[in-house]
């Protein structure tokens, strides 16, 4: 099928032509058309599918008709994460560089005042991280009722963000009437049922099913031992024999080990730059921004900051510790062999992780190999724990490459990522922080004496 055929307007045609789209992606073919219909839509996609232009360049040929108010917003999308909120204002401004519409972006780590001054101005697009747009509601400074159209992205990455009452909150906040695209990439019980009370009488589209991998990358697990040190010496080793690497993410489970493996990367001579929530705004921007330019080639980033941003041929992903949520390998190994590239994706496992590794090849249906780079330890580092003569060295060796770390930046915003109290008491039982939300100053590692 052609993009002409989908109902857009000429002048977001013309758009995806400049863009150098030849065809429509699975995803945008089936939801455009319902979209210009205003059906509501639960799309479930991961991000690589082209989700992003599925509800914008439907949205624009929408918007081409009527004007804003001020500061009532003709449509709303909510994501997750500020980055990924970045990015779809970069997909307005990509492809709607000739409607003169105006999109603002209300995210935390960025001024109230200028974000304020732009909602006066009258807003068609608002494209918003929850916590920040529901501070400039209770200010006053933010009418929803206005909202024709409403997006939630990434909704099962809201969920264990622990977004969903804010979510709930917001959804009280805008018509009953509007139109409603819902995009997830896993459809656990809870997105189902906050899907059901956002959404009347949805067309579901399903591009791929949730838990698969992308063909086009090869996949591995290497063993290591199970001190840090055991596995940032591993995953030395694999950077530095690996064939093909033009730039790597490497994925922690948490904030503090993305600041750790960061500094100690950066100690060995890669050129590594890190990705976490207690980075502010600006920082987190610079270092993404130099891995896409590729003046940094690996990228140490933890689950929350990494998800689902749009960066282009990644040649390897490194799981430096197997992810908590099978549902998380799905995402990082995601982030390669993207647009039919080859990719690879190594994880290193400690003796602690069988269990996590079992719950992968469950979900994804999948057996992993094991590699033999020259770089496992031997197998019986994988048997139950004993003591190992040189086990006091390495925690010896760690506590050396840790001492000198300082947290990179002050501990972010109030906004979004940074209110634990609520946060942790939304947060669902039964699903783990991916990332810890302590003070960062409690994190510093604490030098002893050996
Ligand atoms: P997304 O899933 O929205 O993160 O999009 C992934 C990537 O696919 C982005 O870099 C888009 O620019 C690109 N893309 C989106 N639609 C198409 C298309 N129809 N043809 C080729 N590339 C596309």
Same mark, same amino acid.
């Given at each position: ?15 995806? %032509? ?18 210009? *219909? ?44 500020r980055?990924?909120?970045a ?16 999109? *603002?972006?209300?995210?935390?780590g960025v001024s ?87 959404? /009347? ?9 949730? %838990? ?55 100690? /060995? ?6 990705? /976490?929530?207690?980075m502010d705004q600006s920082a987190r921007m610079a270092a993404l921004d ?103 060295? /390495? ?14 930046s002050a501990?972010v915003s ?37």
């Open positions: 099928m052609a993009f002409s055929q989908l109902g857009l307007s000429e002048k977001v045609l013309a758009a995806v %032509a400049a863009a150098g789209y030849s065809t429509p992606t699975p995803i945008q073919e089936q939801a455009i058309p319902h979209v210009l *219909a205003r059906r509501d839509v639960l799309g479930i996609a991961q991000t690589g599918t082209g989700k992003t232009a599925a509800f914008v360049l439907p949205m624009l040929t929408m918007l081409e008709k009527g004007r804003a108010r001020a500061r009532m917003p003709r449509t709303l999308i909510l994501e997750p994460t980055e990924l909120a990015q779809v204002e970069e997909s307005f401004t990509k492809y709607g560089a000739k409607h003169k519409l105006n999109v *603002a972006l209300l995210i935390g109230f005042d200028d974000q304020d001054t732009k909602l006066t101005r009258g807003v068609d697009v608002l494209i918003a991280t929850p916590g920040r747009l529901l501070d400039h509601s209770e200010r006053g400074r933010l009418l929803l009722s206005g909202v024709e159209l409403l997006v939630i992205d990434e909704a099962d990455r809201m969920l264990d963000m622990g977004f969903i009452p804010d979510i709930e909150r917001i959804g009280k906040l805008v018509p009953f009437t509007r139109q409603t695209l819902f995009f997830t990439a896993t459809m656990p019980s809870e997105i189902r049922r906050i899907a059901d009370t956002f959404l /009347h009488n949805p067309v579901r589209v399903e591009v791929s099913k949730p %838990a698969t991998t992308a063909v086009t990358v090869t996949q591995s697990l290497v063993k290591t031992g199970r001190e840090p040190h055991d596995k940032r010496d591993t995953l030395r080793r694999l950077i530095r024999s690996a064939e093909g690497l033009k730039n790597a993410i490497v994925f922690c489970n948490r904030k503090r080990e993305v600041a750790v493996l960061h500094r100690s990367l950066v100690k /060995h001579g890669f050129n590594a730059v890190a990705l /976490h929530g207690d130099q891995f896409r330019k590729g003046e940094a080639t690996i990228l140490v980033a933890s689950d929350v900051a990494a998800r689902g941003l749009d960066i282009p041929e990644v040649s390897h992903v490194y799981n430096f510790d197997v992810p908590h949520h099978p549902d998380d390998y799905v995402h990082r190994i995601g982030r390669t062999g993207r647009a039919g590239r080859s990719g690879t994706a190594i994880t290193i496992v400690a003796p602690s992780d069988q269990k996590s590794v079992a719950a992968i090849e469950k979900l994804t249906g999948q057996t992993l190999a094991w590699a033999d780079a020259g770089t496992s330890k031997p197998s019986d580092d994988l048997a139950p724990s004993s003591p190992r003569p040189h086990a006091r060295e /390495h925690r010896r060796e760690d506590r050396k490459e840790r001492r000198p770390f300082k947290p990179q501990p109030r906004i979004d990522e940074a209110r634990p109290q609520r946060r942790a008491a939304a947060r669902p039982r039964d699903v783990e922080p991916v990332e810890s939300h302590l003070p960062a100053f409690l994190l510093r590692p604490i030098p002893v004496k050996a």
